[in-house]
């Protein structure tokens, strides 16, 4: 990029934060903090309003806006293949908000750009797995859990508590969400537990935000996530698969924790890091007669056993 178009780039981030921080123009654009103060001067030089704060970060005066900008035909294709996960992936009124939005985007477009977009639009498909959960309906979590996250509200959740297999309500402080493995998940402060937990929005029965107001300080989403994948009890396993066999395995290999496969020639060696032995088991039981365990010896003791279990009842 180019100094010119970089410096742009800069003044529409400005716009789009109330506060934006050196450090992130620096990684955002790959340059040094001493560029990032030479072309915030520029700006600055250049009659732009721009209010510097030592230790916080760069905003403009209130009131100043550049006029509409157009967008290149690579964001707007951007924008335009989100929409398609966005419609997919998430619920019936965060995909209709999605849509409105796009509605505007396409507006500023020029008549070529249209044109361009028109052009693939059906060849480009988001599609659900077999598996893929279903809202219950009615609810429609994203838009709710998102106001009460930017507000600092709590959320009355009525939700089905899977493992235990009862329904309950909650009073949940929202940190944040996330999608993982065909799920969203809301990672939030429940009331009742006095803990974290874990709400995957498949579950939830019903959604409310109430006026309460989040008093506890919580730590950034990104924080109890690492925190939450580094103090769990992850096992590593190996596995050499037939590589016929291999193939089948498709995306439950992903579900299951694959982190490395090495071709051995008629075998695969899969590596997978999983929190859940036993389930691992059970899911290696599928495809047994066609594949050998490694590692770990606690593997292959509870393999066996749950055969012998499924012989005594032959």
Known sequence: MNRIDRISAILIQLQSRRVVKAQFIADRFDISLRTVYRDIRTLEEAGVPIIGEAGTGYSLADGYRLPPIAFTIEEATALFTAEKLVETLTDEVNSGSYQSAMF????????GEKDYLAGIDNRIEVLKG??????HEGVNPMQPVLKAI???KVLSLKYFSYYRQVHTERCVEPVGVFYLDRYWHLI?????????RDFRFDRMLDVQLTNNDVLKQHPALKTY??????ERDVHRVVLKIDKKMALHLGDEKLYHGLVGEVDLGDEIEMTFLTGFLEGFARWFLFFADYATIVEPASLRTMAKDLVEKVLLKL
Not at 130 to 135: G, T
Not at 225 to 230: G, M, T
């Open 104 to 111: 505007k985007v396409r507006a500023v477009l020029k008549n």
């Open 130 to 135: 077999r598996r893929a959960p279903q809202m």
């Open 150 to 152: 930017a507000e600092k």
């Open 188 to 196: 939030g402060w429940c009331q009742m537990q006095q803990d974290y």
């Open 225 to 230: 996530i690492d925190n939450y994948y580094h």
